[in-house]
């Protein structure tokens, strides 16, 4: 069962690497398990359907016009596998036709398909997935990611904080596990950064199903200490729409509502972001969102190395990635490059509030010795990552 | 003094006609106006309302008329610059951002942003004679002093298009460092150059061969090297010295084209993105998008020496001798 698909594997590889010298041509994988949304209070803003694939669509549109007069020539194998499908089946038939996957997928598939025999020597781009612990002690050499962590999202929310010495904060979360994740980060750029947690409560869903948002939401939060910001952790996108002007005291909303720390808003306009956001409109007809971002980004990073190396041999496109020559311009004011120490890539981080971008992060005073864009999530000195070394 | 106050009088009652100073022109990208400085005066002695998004800006070689990228109007506009009057608009194709205009002062090479175009307009006929397909984003255009070659770089590409201006073909691609920005032929023509933003580099190709032959790095003590960024650049005629703006650094780097070494960084205003001199280069003004206004550094003593307010988010700048 094993062997033939690496045999298979191999024949593919070999292939693509014996016409490298005059043209190349790389194949770029899509795979994508469809999650259960859970159930939620409004309707307003469904997660589209194509979140993610459009954002890989314009990066392979991006490398394909770069590739025109490099004699580069690229293609995109999507497979999407609903609720309930078989998502090994999926990643096995997309490793037998290219090493290079992008993934949108929940931590667990995300893991499988890491540790699968054809994975071994692939490059996996990590899209969808912002769990921290992924870039940490459950990270993988084949894996990575072009998403921010979570601790990258928080700790940006935290340096905002800090600058406007907003640095007492009160936290309501939500019962689902990513909302759990969310809160438990926003608790660790708290205390990284000297910010006073001083009480958190959970939004409790299931005691009473009369209950409102606008009605509870006052007396919920009447009861919290003096607080200069209200962290909402809601990633469900449940109830946290309904927080902003309904606290008990007249304080800004931040988290998952409100003041927002994202990878990409579709506010985010400066350093020619308006051309990329017109350019994903124009395909997809919808603003572009985070996980389409980090999609496109991921394809382009494959691109990008491509391009220097004029080659798509995994392994010296790996080399290349998490190199010091690599760098991918991406719209955000400074060049993006890989953690060589876990495989996540740089980048600032915009802080928005839907209709504007607040700021961004890295912010001014914030010191590293490598490089700013590094007091954002998990640094060389903490990592718990070991599969990166050599 | 009395007989000469009936002169000014009437040299002010024609407007700016016969008026003796110099002018710098600078295109406001987000107030969709231009600002006229008064060489003599360093003072904002106008200022015209334009087209949307104003950027690329650029006279006819006997100063006749202004050319004037209106991006998100999708035109390039042709202004008297004795009126600030909008004379006629010509095709440009989608979001023009920057041109070039070929020698033989007709010619227009425009870079489309958002089409991955260069439109070739000639200015006479008022017409679009070509247009090349090229990399994603064109933004830097060039042509070279004998007008035989026309560039185009695109920032998201990363390359510089070398397009053959008797064909309108494209005959070389080359890759340069993240987000190219701006190009120049040397006065010489034997030398392209192309800034890079993010990848903080000025690459120079050999004309002849256009194979890389320098790259220019720069540094600034006490800012991270993510902020220096080279975005517009000019050189002086007599080959001593290239300025080079670098973005939010706020500094201009002073580059030595025999040596390829950058020989200074003079401060100027925030987000410095483009430049122009005066007639005889001793004045230089770099257009500082994110404090509004210009910064005027004397080329000879390489220290600036005065600020100009201008509108929102200055983009491009333009001489205009008025003698």
Redesign the interface.
């Known amino acids: 069962m094993i062997v033939r698909p690496i045999a298979k594997y191999l024949v593919i590889l070999w292939f693509c690497c014996s016409v490298a010298h005059a043209e190349v041509s790389v194949t770029i994988g899509y795979l994508e398990q469809v999650e259960v949304q859970p159930p939620v209070l409004s309707n307003l803003d469904p997660v589209p359907e194509n979140e993610g694939l459009s954002g890989a669509e314009l990066g392979l549109k991006?490398n394909a016009?770069?590739g025109r007069?490099?004699k580069q020539f690229y293609s995109l194998e999507t497979r999407i596998v609903d609720v309930g499908g078989d998502f090994e089946a999926a990643a096995r038939e997309l490793l037998a036709l290219t090493p290079f996957v992008v993934v949108k997928a929940p931590k667990n598939k995300l893991l499988m398909l890491a540790d699968l025999p054809e994975a071994g020597t692939a490059i996996l781009l990590n899209a969808g997935a912002p769990d921290t612990d992924l870039r940490n002690e459950s990270c993988r050499a084949n894996l990575l990611h072009t998403l921010p962590s979570r601790a990258m999202l928080t700790d940006a929310l935290a340096q905002f904080a800090v600058r406007k010495k907003w640095t007492d904060w009160v936290m309501l979360s939500g019962p689902n596990p990513k909302d759990e994740a969310f809160a438990d980060s926003i608790a660790g750029s708290a205390r990284k950064f000297g910010i006073r947690m001083l009480e958190s409560k959970v939004w409790d869903v299931d005691a009473d199903m009369r209950r409102n948002a606008f009605q509870e939401l006052p007396l919920l939060t009447q009861d919290f200490p003096e607080h200069d910001l209200l962290i909402v952790a809601d990633e469900t996108d449940d109830f946290s729409r309904y927080v902003p002007f309904n606290t008990w005291e007249p304080r800004p909303v931040a988290g998952t509502e409100g003041l927002v720390p994202a990878a990409w808003d579709r506010t985010v306009e400066q350093w020619?972001a308006a051309?990329?956001q017109?350019?994903f409109v124009k395909g997809a007809e919808r603003p572009m969102r985070p996980v389409d971002y980090a999609a496109w980004a991921a394809v382009r990073a494959i691109g990008e190395a491509v391009?220097?190396t004029n080659q798509a041999e995994p392994s010296a496109i790996r080399a290349y990635i998490l190199s010091d020559d690599f760098?991918?311009?991406g719209f955000k004011?400074?060049?993006q490059t890989f953690r060589t120490w876990n495989g996540q890539m740089r980048q600032p981080i915009p802080v928005t509030h839907g209709r504007a971008v607040v700021a961004q992060a890295p912010f001014e005073g914030f010191l590293h010795q490598r490089?700013?864009?590094d007091t954002l999530g998990i640094d060389e000195a903490e990592t718990a990552c070991t599969a990166f070394r050599e | 003094m009395r007989i000469l106050l009936p002169a000014v009088s009437l040299a002010l009652g024609l407007g700016l006609s016969t008026a003796a100073a110099d002018e710098i022109w600078v295109s406001n990208e987000k107030d969709d106006t231009i600002s006229v400085i008064d060489i003599d005066t360093l003072e904002v002695v106008r200022t015209i309302d334009v087209g949307e998004r104003p950027r690329g800006i650029t006279f006819a070689i006997d100063h006749s008329v202004l050319y004037l990228c209106a991006s998100d109007s999708d035109t390039v506009q042709v202004i008297d610059p004795e009126t600030g009057k909008i004379l006629h608009e010509l095709p440009s194709g989608e979001d023009p951002e920057q041109f070039v205009l070929h020698p033989d002062n007709r010619h227009l090479y425009i870079a489309n942003e958002d089409d991955a175009i260069t439109t070739v307009v000639d200015t006479e006929t008022r017409k679009v004679i070509a247009q090349i397909d090229v990399g994603i984003e064109p933004e830097g255009m060039a042509v070279s002093p004998d007008g035989d070659i026309a560039i185009t770089t695109s920032e998201t590409t990363n390359m510089a298009h070398w397009i053959d201006t008797k064909t309108q073909e494209l005959f070389a691609n080359t890759i340069v460092d993240q987000r190219p920005r701006h190009a120049e032929f040397t006065h010489d023509g034997s030398e392209l150059w192309v800034s890079s933003e993010i990848g903080g580099t000025i690459t120079v190709f050999d004309r002849e061969s256009q194979t890389e032959k320098a790259k220019i790095n720069f540094e600034i003590q006490g800012i991270h090297p993510d902020r220096v960024q080279p975005v517009g650049f000019e050189m002086t005629k007599d080959g001593k010295h290239v300025f080079v703006a670098l973005g939010p650094s706020n500094h201009v780097a002073v580059v030595d084209p025999e040596t390829y070494e950058v020989t200074d960084y003079l401060l100027v205003g925030r987000r410095v993105w483009h430049m122009a001199f005066n007639g005889d280069e001793s004045l230089l003004f770099t257009t500082n998008g994110v404090s509004g206004d210009v910064t005027v550094i004397d080329v000879a003593e390489l220290a600036p020496i005065k600020t100009i307010k201008v509108g929102r988010f200055p983009w491009g700048a333009a001489y205009r001798p008025t003698n």
């Open positions: 991006d016009t770069t007069f490099l020619g051309q990329l017109k350019r391009t220097r760098e991918l311009a004011g400074r060049p490089t700013e864009l």
